[in-house]
């Protein structure tokens, strides 16, 4: 159950994200993708006091691509649901499709989300471990 403050915490996060996210989308009508809170919540050993997990739903239009450098101030875990993405951490770049997972390390530099087709929207879920004190969303200074 949400508690009024961590809805509007939520709907807040999620108009940062996508408007950091965004800066490709400026140039189209079109956000390259929209963002689904799917769950957020303390954990519960408490070797973890005061870390949360919280998992978003990425939809991915196609073709869409999203080049805003960031990184997280937290553990990432991303699983492909449907279709293909390109992802670049620290100057990287791999491909993985639906049913592969792969791990952002805490603070890498993320800068390329690419839905790698043209016909069919991809969809990932982004499973976020995150400390109390931490930026979810650190913008890359250019």
């Keep these: 159950m949400f ?3 961590l809805l509007v915490l939520l709907v807040s996060l999620h108009t940062a ?3 950091a996210h965004g800066s490709d989308a400026a140039h189209s009508a ?3 993708y929209t963002l689904t809170q799917v769950f957020k919540g303390a954990m519960s050993d408490p070797a973890l006091n005061g870390y949360e997990l919280m998992a978003t739903r ?4 196609p073709g869409g691509v999203d080049r805003a450098p960031h990184r997280h101030d937290a553990d990432t875990f ?3 649901l449907q279709g ?3 992802i670049e951490l620290e100057g990287q770049k791999a491909i993985y499709g639906a049913g592969q997972m792969f791990h952002e390390p805490r603070n890498a530099l993320h800068s390329l989300l690419r839905n790698t087709s043209k016909k069919q929207p991809a ?3 982004a499973i976020f471990v995150i400390k109390d004190d931490r ?3 650190v913008p890359e200074n250019k």
């Design 123 to 125: 969809s990932v879920l």
């Design 78 to 80: 991303v699983y492909v």
């Design 58 to 61: 990425l939809d991915i239009i």
């Design 3 to 5: 508690l009024p403050g």
């Design 17 to 19: 994200v996508a408007l």
């Design 30 to 32: 079109e956000q390259p």
């Design 135 to 137: 930026e979810f969303f």
């Design 84 to 86: 293909e993405v390109e």
